[in-house]
């Protein structure tokens, strides 16, 4: 465990975490009564859409504007964080001391972070060996949620709590499991994709690199407009408010006190689905088959509608449009449209894509159900990543689990500080739904004579 003193970081979060554990107590205690919101029976059998039942400290979601980090739009947040150069996009490490303390940290301050990570990303051998044992069909997400659970001996919340533990004091565990957990998550992903795509030939990592860049250095490819592609993938990919999937299921996980590799990998099982993280795979399998059906690379306008109309018609979704909270383009579709605008406009398959941004909304519109026919994050990176070789599809919603890291870890430590309770709500029995709906349909006995 890191030195109270020699741990900036950690500093800054006891007396943050203090302060707002107070302010949190005080509501509790003034206005813990307060109604807030009331629940529709829509909502309950509509995947709590809409519920206003969870907090969260690092990041919001706005149907109208997207994600915003501590306040500050996905989109703007690059360019406001310490970074290589005016050009370069910035330093992951500086986002993550964003969303734990909602500051921009200083230059000094992000290379204090790069180092201890650097300093803690040493990974066991015996978890490359579980890795190096898995079929070659494995799933590269499995396959990372595995790796996961296998550092989990590493983990020292749950040394901690085995030993017994201050409840007051189980962030600071928290916290060095996220840091260790960051520190270890590239090296992890880069080992899964060099394992299962490029013949097992490991890349050894540059420990003068910064995470986002060292990360793109282990997958093979050190092309500086690669290194900036990582480093913005992964800071438009790292948290997404307290309710989606991946998010929500690390925390409920974690709210059982279990460890942040638990939470963690729990996290990545959840982002593997297809409606969440795995649309990226998706978007890219569905342009191939496309261009494969209409025996073309960039298939005209009207050979894409008649193909989406039919796809619809056979009851297909299409990945990489609509959203649960979402009701406007996805501000990191656009930051990864210009990022393509400006370093690669004329590859194909970007084309493809943006073909599609251009033809599919109003086909979704006009089916009259779909709340949001605008594009989401995931139907752009998997171009970027093709145009910078990564070509295996099936890795991409590795890349999204890694970057999902930052957001996820940063409210599982938070979580803690705030002495958050487990997650408990109560299911109704479906029958007594039903029972009780009916009931309130039927008018009493005394307003039947009232009539
Ligand atoms: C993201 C998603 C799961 C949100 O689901 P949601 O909140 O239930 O969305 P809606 O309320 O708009 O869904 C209403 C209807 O439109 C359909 N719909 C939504 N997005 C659609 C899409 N991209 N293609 C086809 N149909 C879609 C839903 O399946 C649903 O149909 P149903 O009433 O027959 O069950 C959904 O838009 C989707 O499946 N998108 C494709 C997968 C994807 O890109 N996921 C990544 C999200 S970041």
Redesign the pocket.
Known sequence: MGEQGGDPLKERLQVLGEALRQQVRQLLQESGDQVLDQIRVRQVL??M?GVRALVCVTSSLDPETGVRYRGIPVAEVSARLPRPSAEDEAYVEGLFWLLLTGSIPTEEEVNWLRRTLSERSHVPYQVYEVLDRLPAETHPMAAFSMGILAMRRESVMREALQKGVSKDKLWEYAYEDALNLLAKIPYIAAHIYRRFYRDGKYIDPDPSLDWGANFAHMLGNDDPAFYNLMRLYLILHADHGGGNVSVHAARLVGSAWSDPYLAYSAGMNGLAG????L?NQ??VQFILEMQKALGSMLPTREQIAEYVRDM?KKG??????????LRKT?PRFLAQKAFAEKHCPDDEFVQVVWRLYEIVPPI?QA?G?????WP????HSGALLRHYGIVEYTFYTVFFGVARALGILAQLVWDRLLGLPIERPVAVPLQDLFTLLAEEAQPSEESRQVV
């Open positions: 509509g995947g859409r297809p409606l969440h993280g649309a998706q978007v619809l297909r979704v299409i990945p990489g449009f609509g959203h649960a909270v996805d979704l089916t159900k779909v709340k949001n026919p989401n994050v995931d139907l």
